[in-house]
Each structure stands twice: as structure tokens, then as C-alpha cells.
């Protein structure tokens, strides 16, 4: 099953490192879990990433990193994921490598696929390598 557990959580306070980022940058999403039941649970809050507008097809939702946090009943912990070029990238049949595309990423944290509960944008602008 998909484990629901006897707590409910609270996502709140999404924030990213940057809004703009270029070349081999990384970007840190962080969010805050309360635990809002009178149970201490665990969550695990999962962070996807969306290309705005690639080339190629992509997923729409394609899963970056996941932070298990064990919570006592009212507390708050933040979840940190920290996003690479690579992260950003697709394989390139063209190329045959990774390529990072410049344009528009959305950040997406939820508890699951179907139960996103934050969004943010932040752009990324390709740098060739010298």
C-alpha cells in the first residue's frame, strides 16, 4: 500500500535558493511539515521537477528527491533538496549526453504524485562550456 499513516501534515513556506540559475549552479528548495494531528507520524515529502518548455517530450512531474521526517504531533521540520545541472537534464539522442535546456523549471512538493501541495518557478539559463 501507500502507508497512510494516523498524522496529517502541513506543507507551508516553499522556498528556493534562487530564482535564476546558469551553468553547473545548484538551486536548494526547502519547505516546512507540521505535523497538525495529536499523533507523531512520519512523512515523506517527495519534490518533482517540470521543463516548462522542452524540446523534447518529458514527464510532466519527474521525481528530483524525497526527505522522510519523523515528526512529533505539532512539529515542525524543514525538508532540503538540493537540484543539479543534472537534475535538470535529459539524455540527448543528438548529442548522445546530458543536456540541460535554458528556460523555465517549476518545483513541485507533495506527498505524493497525484498530491502536490507547493509549486515554485526559478529559471535556468544553459552555458556552454568553454
Do not use: C
Not at 27 to 42: F, L, P, R, Y
Not at 52 to 76: I, M, Y
Amino acid at each position: 500500500g501507500h502507508g497512510l499513516s494516523y498524522s496529517q501534515f502541513n506543507y507551508s513556506n516553499i522556498r528556493l535558493s534562487s530564482t535564476n540559475i546558469a551553468g553547473d549552479d545548484t538551486i536548494t528548495a526547502k519547505v516546512d511539515i507540521t505535523n497538525t494531528s495529536k499523533v507523531d507520524g512520519a512523512e515523506v515529502v517527495q519534490l518533482y521537477l517540470h521543463d516548462v518548455k522542452a524540446s523534447v517530450p518529458r514527464p510532466a512531474k519527474e521525481l528530483k528527491g524525497f526527505d522522510k521526517l519523523w515528526l512529533k504531533a505539532g512539529e515542525t521540520k524543514t525538508a532540503s533538496f538540493t537540484l543539479t545541472q543534472r537534475d535538470l537534464s535529459f539524455w540527448d539522442v543528438n548529442t548522445n549526453n546530458w543536456l540541460a535546456e535554458s528556460g523555465q523549471f517549476e518545483v513541485m512538493i507533495g506527498a505524493s504524485v497525484a498530491d502536490i501541495r507547493l509549486r515554485k518557478t526559478f529559471d535556468y539559463q544553459h552555458k556552454a562550456k568553454p
